[in-house]
């Protein structure tokens, strides 16, 4: 499989001597994601061949798989020793590759209780644009060595150079799992899950739409029974508990439906429901904030205002052109930003424009 | 020790007192430290074996006194060291010699603490315990709790991400911070985070915890508070040799335990930490594990259940589970005094910070062993054994000829076999002046090469924390070439195990 990286890194360096550019494919499962590639000359590299896990030690609580190893075929590997990435990253489809999952950086219902994707980062080999295999970060769980590029690397949307292996912590799969649902207006589910959010309660996921707030609780039988007591609600069916936590993990829950554009709002959990047209649905507590509207300037504008930023998730690249996909970075960091992109990738070689245009 | 580091090398071309001049404009004038008995206390940090005498100190009250500082040193292109507490142990705010240190000891507020949004925002100098005990109205606390916390500061928390006994459960600091606001080199405002969980662009945030003060100065920091659980009770196993303690971690993870804390001491740590603070270990054990369980009363007695039972099978020789609150910190204060109790039994030690893989603790520890006899050096070891973080303290007398430098030769062996078992030279207290040598162990020259253009992207001219935390590619090829040449010595091929 090492003959792929020779031929990945004369394709880079042709790349740079010709000032063309590469666009990074794993599994396809979230092209829909960032800003359409700039540049007639992006050609693909694809790198669903690179596969297969390299390391994997139950004990240690670390996976090291390489980039193009599917993520059903990492998850059915973790699954067999009771052990999981508990951020719940989406799939996006059954092509999904744990390059790609990295590379978005995205994570799913859980994120609120454990954290996101980048929190379980240990370590990362990349191939940088001037084809150099560089190693970062490693295999245990505290490593304060140089610089943390590899948490640097996850969600930089393969703009810093070609990822081609990931560690990961992994953690035991929940003892037991329990749904609860609650008839509640948008302010008063926004009320409670903050105020919950502050006691010891194993509250492993939260979604609220259309009047109705549904809570997971993840842990040991005797703390879910103890927790049920103390909120009450009305329990779910573990089938259907399962399968609603699921669609929205995966997006293909009624609400995501249609051609309207996705935006995702990413806000202080504290922040009030906000007034903007649309229909919403809300996750992580009342950080993470999904709505099915256009209006993109009002809802930059929103979102800045109650302390975070919005992202336009899902839409035609004519919407995404129009309003840009990522929050605009205040000029200092977009500095910064610039300077990191010319550090690892000097010839802007990979995924040119994916996060933002001349990055 | 004279400082025949990194540091020492980068050498700046400073006018003093066209710099005092320019900064006692923007400074009250007790802000500004020159004569040399009123710089001596701020010499060094907790790697007390390295000084050095700043240019000047600096001693502003808030952020804008800062920035102004940043931005004088920027234009003249002076060296800057920031400095909290100065309890960090790899030198990271060692001064330099042609700079300005600057103290963030005055911005100490508690700017808000917000029960609803479980979060503080905090200024650089406030001290590690005092988030939680602001937030403990609100049974919330601070989870990052490093031995240091009654001094350290969340400035340098940040700097180092430091971590603690509970960072298997409950994290680093760089999974406790949501924003960091500082100022660049150019004394520009720059904020990584926001209060809400993630931000657009690269993970800025990620990349600023454990820089070392190398990429910017931190000025105010938006900590996650965490609800305090109901419940935590500590299990103290001994045993009758280190290899069972070892596989005992190791078991416990593999029965799909994650314990709030999982500690463990050789039996030079138990001998130094029980007559100093009478935490009631087992004095003829070999080692001891603590093991601690925290959440509902029901989920703790089901996990301390299930730990116990490990632990019997594991051969544990005597188990004692805390009856109460009381108990659980007497059993803590025994390991959390381990390095002050260590610096009663000897005039000098240096603590080494490396992880390993966790199956590999009890080769580490017979391999230290063996190192001990070599370097004729007493070695005490606490480990934060649930992460694989080991802090041997090597214990010495520097007014004895030859012993600091054996001491650090014993250290360097140890660091090496770190990277050897597939871990790192530090886990927690950052690269600092003290290991960037070593850094060349674990890194190749393209991999620090690529760490200085970062630095470069934030820092053109180098003028951050100078010379720490990233060797230069010359002392990389200088480190490789001297190591090639010792490794041929029958001296260390006869206690280095050989993979």
Redesign the interface.
């Known amino acids: 499989m090492e003959e792929l990286i020779d031929d990945w890194m004369a394709r880079i360096a042709d790349a740079a001597r010709v000032g063309g550019s590469l666009a990074i494919r794993g599994g396809g499962s979230k092209l829909f994601y960032g800003c359409p590639e700039q540049g007639e000359k992006a050609d693909l590299l694809e790198v669903g061949g690179y596969r297969g896990i390299v390391a994997y030690?139950?004990?240690?609580?670390?996976v090291t798989a390489r980039t193009g190893t599917p993520l059903r075929e990492l998850a059915a590997t973790l699954a067999e020793k009771?052990q999981w990435l508990p951020f719940e990253p989406p799939h996006f489809g059954p092509a999904a590759t744990v390059g790609g999952m990295f590379a978005a950086?995205l994570s799913g219902p859980r994120?609120?209780a454990v954290?996101?994707l980048?929190?379980y980062v240990l370590g990362a080999k990349l191939l940088?644009g001037s084809g150099?295999?560089?190693?970062?970060g490693?295999?245990?769980?505290?490593?304060?060595?140089?610089?943390?590029?590899s948490?640097?690397l996850?969600?930089?949307l393969g703009t810093?150079g070609l990822v081609l292996e990931v560690s990961l912590k992994v953690?035991?799969?929940p003892v037991a799992e329990k749904s609860l649902r609650f008839a509640i207006d948008e302010g008063e589910a926004l009320r409670k899950l903050?105020?919950w959010?502050?006691?010891?309660?194993?509250i492993s996921a939260s979604a609220w739409q259309d009047g109705v707030l549904t809570l997971r609780l993840s842990?040991?039988a005797?703390?879910l029974?103890?927790?049920q007591r103390h909120l009450g609600g009305e329990e779910l069916g573990d089938g259907l508990a399962a399968e609603f936590w699921q669609s929205l993990r995966e997006q293909t829950h009624a609400f995501f439906a249609g051609e309207a554009p996705v935006w995702r709002l990413?806000?202080?959990?504290?922040a009030p429901p906000q007034a903007l047209p649309g229909p919403t649905l809300i996750e992580?507590g009342g950080?993470?904030r999904w709505l099915r509207a256009g209006d993109g300037g009002a809802i930059r504008v929103a979102a800045a205002k109650a302390?975070?930023?919005a992202?336009l998730f899902r839409a035609d690249d004519a919407l995404k052109a129009a309003q840009g996909v990522?929050?605009?970075?205040?000029p200092?960091?977009l500095r910064?930003?610039r300077?990191?992109k010319?550090?690892?990738d000097p010839q802007g070689v990979f995924n040119r424009g994916r996060?933002?245009p001349g990055l | 020790m004279s400082i025949e580091s990194s540091v020492a090398e980068q050498r700046f071309t400073v006018d003093r007192l066209a710099l005092v001049e320019r900064l006692r404009a923007v400074l009250p004038a007790q802000a500004l430290l020159v004569e040399e008995e009123e710089m001596r206390p701020y010499d060094c940090d907790g790697l007390t074996a390295y000084r050095q005498l700043p240019l000047i100190v600096a001693l502003p009250a808030d952020e804008a006194q800062a920035q102004a500082i940043l931005k004088i040193c920027y234009e003249l292109k002076v060296p800057v060291v920031a400095r909290g507490a100065a309890t960090g142990l790899s030198g990271g705010a060692t001064p330099h010699r042609d700079g300005v240190l600057v103290s963030l000891a005055k911005l100490k507020k508690i700017i808000s603490v917000d029960p609803l949004s479980r979060t503080a925002v905090v200024q650089p100098g406030v001290r590690n315990l005092s988030v939680s005990e602001a937030a403990a109205p609100y049974a919330l606390y601070y989870a990052p709790d490093p031995s240091s916390q009654i001094a350290c500061t969340i400035g340098g928390n940040v700097a180092e991400n430091a971590g603690g006994v509970h960072c298997l459960k409950y994290g680093l600091t760089v999974h406790n911070v949501m924003r960091v606001r500082g100022l660049s080199i150019e004394g520009e405002i720059v904020e990584f985070g926001n209060a809400a969980l993630d931000a657009p662009g690269y993970d800025l945030l990620a990349l600023i915890n454990g820089s070392e003060g190398l990429l910017a100065m931190i000025t105010e920091v938006t900590v996650k508070l965490t609800p305090k659980p109901e419940l935590a009770q500590v299990v103290i196993a001994s045993f009758g040799n280190v290899r069972q303690a070892g596989d005992a971690v190791a078991s416990i993870i593999a029965a799909g335990i994650i314990p709030a804390g999982l500690e463990m001491m050789d039996k030079k740590a138990i001998h130094a930490v029980e007559p100093y603070v009478n935490a009631g270990y087992d004095m003829d054990a070999e080692a001891i594990l603590l093991c601690e369980s925290d959440g509902t009363p029901e989920e703790v007695a089901e996990e301390i259940a299930r730990m116990t039972a490990v632990l019997e099978k594991s051969g544990a020789a005597g188990i004692r589970v805390s009856q109460d609150e009381a108990e659980r910190l007497k059993f803590w204060a025994g390991r959390k005094a381990a390095f002050p109790a260590v610096g009663r039994m000897t005039p000098d030690y240096l603590c080494m910070d490396g992880t390993i893989p966790r199956k590999r603790l009890a080769e580490m520890l017979e391999a230290i062993n063996r190192l001990s006899e070599k370097y004729a050096l007493r070695c005490a070891n606490v480990f934060h054994a649930g992460d694989g973080n080991l802090h041997p303290l090597i214990m010495y007398d520097a007014n004895q000829p030859g012993e600091l430098e054996r001491a650090v030769a014993f250290g360097a062996e140890i660091l090496e076999l770190s990277v050897r078992f597939g871990g790192t030279i530090t886990g927690e207290h950052g690269v600092g002046i003290e290991k960037v040598d070593v850094m060349a162990e674990q890194f190749s020259l393209a991999e620090i090469a690529a760490f200085h253009r970062l630095k470069t992207a934030f820092d053109e001219h180098g003028l951050l924390n100078p010379g720490k935390g990233v060797p230069t590619l010359a002392r990389c090829r200088e480190y490789t070439l001297a190591r090639a040449g010792s490794a041929g010595s029958a001296d260390s091929a006869d206690t280095s195990p050989r993979l």
């Open positions: 030690e139950p004990t240690e609580l670390v009771g950086g994120r609120q954290g996101a980048r929190d940088n150099e295999v560089l190693s970062f490693g295999q245990v769980m505290k490593n304060v060595a140089g610089y943390d590029v948490r640097l996850a969600g930089s810093l953690l035991p799969l903050n105020e959010g502050g006691r010891p309660l194993p842990g040991a005797a703390a029974a103890a927790a990413s806000l202080p959990s504290v992580w950080a993470q302390g975070g930023h992202t990522f929050q605009l970075l205040s200092p960091l910064i930003h300077n990191l010319h550090a690892f996060m933002y």
